[in-house]
């Protein structure tokens, strides 16, 4: 049997599942009576203090400033919440809830009251929040905190989805795979699959109930699909890919140290895309040249509390000292749209990815962009640094945030911390970006096109609807065309330019990008040496003749039939 889902990374993976179910005993709805009381209060107590012993415990091997940590304090953050304790005190001793029961009907109300702020990220969290009851609930009825702790070789944990603490417990090392029934390629869990390399399936249209634990599994990331127990015929097609892939890995990792250019010689530099120190920490192993796109918000996602100038600064120099004289590109906080921070209170918008997001957030909040900008500020005398902002539409936005650079710099002045010299630059993402770029080159040393956010306000298509990123793809003519209007106004005024969205990360389009006339691709740190590989199988002149051709075509299938072709 085989079943469709969406990669999430890549890779062929054999194993046994290991099928991951919620706890389904019938919870006791009886009234407990008044003398026993105190008994369940002390099991909630003891199932309480084991799991937040085992968080605490998984968190003790995690880089503070990474976003797996982060993401586990949150968990951490809620089980140790004085308030939350009370509730479910409350419900024990008022209601004579049993304490399963307690926990049952205590976190069901946090998470309605996440789903019922209208906010997809904060409906994802209230996922989290059930899922991490549930955990509590099995606590309680088993005495053990997980079953994901130990795990027999060559593992392909299927559940309907982990939390960020669950994926914690994993050992890695028996790991072979993952398939989740929820989630998307932007959910938590698939960004933590992402960052370990793991072949992950979400979105997986399988019956839990239908697999048994051991039975052997196929994950097939090329084509998205979970094969159960897969006949000698697919097991040897799957191995046959699996050997390729391997292979492949092995033959790329000669390009590690490999100029990042053209056959003949014509230079690109080649960044990568991170959200926490881990993966600027992967940067050597795989020849990048240093980063092109720091996404700041991870910081504030999943936090309680915001992290102040200090801790930010910190943040920032423990970047540069990784990099060691190699280039960060820090964009400015990116919040908004799917990316909101429960430490700040965000209003509801009917429509948040055409609402207050990006630099329209953080100019909206001055104090908020103030802290960041000191910070940045003061990083750039330990090392080269870029600041680039987003969602920057009018050449008003642009002076604006530049008077706050200003400011910040006369008050480090006056508060004798100094502060270093930084380029300046603006993501590229909307078409009005494109139309009004004229007015504001001359006031940038840099542009990144952002391609994510350009195709789906170009386009008119959520970037988050499977069905309409089916029919309307990264590549279009539409965005070749933007990206080439791009690139030339750029380049009149001297002004280098950047591509740091999805596309980047996409080898079929390297060529093309490079024959348009990017100067620089900033793509994800797994992507980095297959795109150094295949941008050495062209010339310079292939790659223009190739950009020339692609952009009097008007059809994506067209456009699409020509990438594939010249790739394969």
């Known amino acids: 049997m085989r079943i469709k889902g969406i990669a999430v990374a890549g890779g062929i993976a054999f194993g046994q599942a290991i099928v991951v179910t919620p706890y389904h005993s019938q919870l006791d709805y009886h009234l407990i009576p008044p003398a026993q009381l105190g008994i369940e209060q002390a099991r909630l107590d003891k199932a309480l203090a084991s799991l937040i012993q085992q968080i605490k415990h998984s968190a003790q091997h995690l880089d503070p400033n990474s976003e797996h940590y982060q993401l586990i304090e949150a968990d951490l953050l809620l089980l140790e919440d004085a308030d939350l304790q009370a509730e479910l005190r409350a419900a024990i001793t008022e209601q004579q809830f049993s304490a399963a029961l307690a926990v049952e009907h205590t976190f069901a109300k946090q998470a309605q009251a996440l789903q019922a702020m209208d906010s ?32 027999p070789r060559n593992s392909i944990v299927i559940a309907k989805d982990i939390t960020p603490a669950e994926f914690a417990l994993l050992p890695l090392e028996n790991l072979a795979g993952l398939v989740l029934q929820t989630g998307g390629i932007t959910s938590h869990s698939a960004i933590l699959a992402r960052s370990f390399d793991i072949p992950t399936l979400v979105g997986c249209e399988c019956n839990l109930n239908d697999i048994v634990d051991g039975t052997p599994v196929a994950i097939d990331t090329l084509n998205g699909l979970l094969f159960i127990d897969p006949d000698a015929e697919q097991v040897a097609r799957l191995t046959l890919a699996q050997q390729q892939t391997l292979l492949r890995k092995t033959e790329l990792l000669k390009f590690k140290d490999h100029p990042t250019q053209t056959s003949d010689g014509h230079p690109i530099a080649l960044l990568a895309n991170v959200g926490c120190i ?15 796109l720091f996404r700041t918000e991870f910081m504030l996602m999943n936090r309680q509390q915001l992290p102040d100038e200090q801790q930010q600064y910190q943040l920032y120099c423990d970047a540069l000292q990784l990099l060691n004289g190699r280039i960060l590109t820090i964009r400015t906080i990116d919040i908004g749209a799917d990316k909101e921070v429960p430490a700040l209170a965000m209003p509801v918008e009917e429509n948040p990815a055409l609402g207050l997001r990006g630099v329209r957030y953080t100019l909206a909040h001055p104090q908020l962009f103030c802290v960041q900008l000191k910070a940045i500020l003061r990083a750039a005398n330990q090392g080269p640094i870029r600041l680039m902002f987003p969602m920057v539409n009018q050449v008003e936005e ?4 530049l008077a706050l650079i200003e400011q910040c710099k006369a008050e480090l002045i006056e508060q004798e911390k100094g502060y270093g010299p930084l380029s300046m630059g603006i993501v590229v993402e909307t078409p009005a970006a494109v139309l009004n770029l004229a007015s504001m080159l001359p006031l940038l040393d840099f542009i990144s096109i952002g391609t994510n956010d350009l195709t789906q306000y170009t386009m008119a298509a959520d970037r988050g609807n499977p069905e309409l990123i089916k029919r309307y793809p990264v590549l279009s003519p539409a965005l070749i065309k933007l990206i080439s209007q791009t690139i030339n106004q750029a380049h009149a005024a001297k002004v280098t330019v950047s591509l740091c969205g999805e596309l980047a990360s996409n080898p079929r389009a390297t060529a093309l990008l490079v024959g348009l006339g990017i100067d620089e691709l900033s793509v994800s740190v797994a992507a980095l040496l297959e795109i150094k590989q295949e941008l050495s199988r062209w010339t310079y002149i292939e790659c223009v003749e190739l950009a020339q051709h692609a952009k009097v075509i008007s059809r994506i299938e067209t456009l699409n039939e020509l990438l594939t072709c010249c790739h394969s």
């Open 120 to 151: 997809p990220y904060l409906a994802s969290r209230s996922d989290d929040i059930l899922a991490l009851g549930q955990r509590v609930i099995t606590t309680l009825l088993t005495g053990k905190c997980s079953t994901l702790t130990e795990l």
């Open 278 to 292: 881990s993966e600027i920490n992967h940067l050597s192993s795989v020849g990048g040249e240093g980063v092109g």
């Open 398 to 401: 642009l002076e604006t945030i």
